[in-house]
């Protein structure tokens, strides 16, 4: 069964930090580009960051200098590191697999076959 569970969210102050974790089962980890994603109630799903099997990374420009993403691939792990995080950056995020694998990153959620159930975070002024 394939599966990624995310973990990290929580409620963080305006300026704060948080960390996201996402761990896949059942998938070839290390051949799937791996990602996240951003929604908000009446907004469509956006991509945030994503890496590939290779390490190259792609982030949204709304996150750049402030999110770092990284994968252990040892523990099929993806991780969001977010910093500067202002009361925009409250979603739901969730982490996203490609399923098969890409040469290069990609923030479109098209190329992206299997999701996560979501953390919720939420920044307050």
């Known amino acids: 069964q394939v599966q990624l569970v995310e973990s990290g969210g929580g409620s963080v102050q305006d300026g704060g930090s948080l960390r996201l974790s996402c761990v896949a089962s059942?998938?070839?980890?290390?051949?799937?580009?791996m990602g996240w994603f951003r929604q908000t109630p009446g907004k469509e799903r956006e991509g945030v960051a994503t890496?590939?099997?290779?390490?190259?990374?792609v982030y949204a420009d709304f996150v750049k200098g402030r999110f770092t993403i990284s994968r252990d691939n040892a523990k099929s792990t993806v991780y969001l590191q977010m910093n500067s995080l202002t009361p925009e950056d409250t979603a739901m995020y969730y982490c996203?697999?490609?399923?098969?694998?890409?040469?290069?990153?990609?923030?479109?959620?098209?190329?992206?076959?299997?999701w996560g159930q979501g953390t919720q975070v939420t920044v307050s002024s």
């Open positions: 059942g998938l070839t980890y290390s051949k799937n580009t």
């Open positions: 890496i590939a099997t290779v390490g190259r990374e």
């Open positions: 996203a697999a490609s399923g098969i694998w890409y040469s290069s990153p990609t923030l479109r959620k098209v190329d992206f076959s299997i």
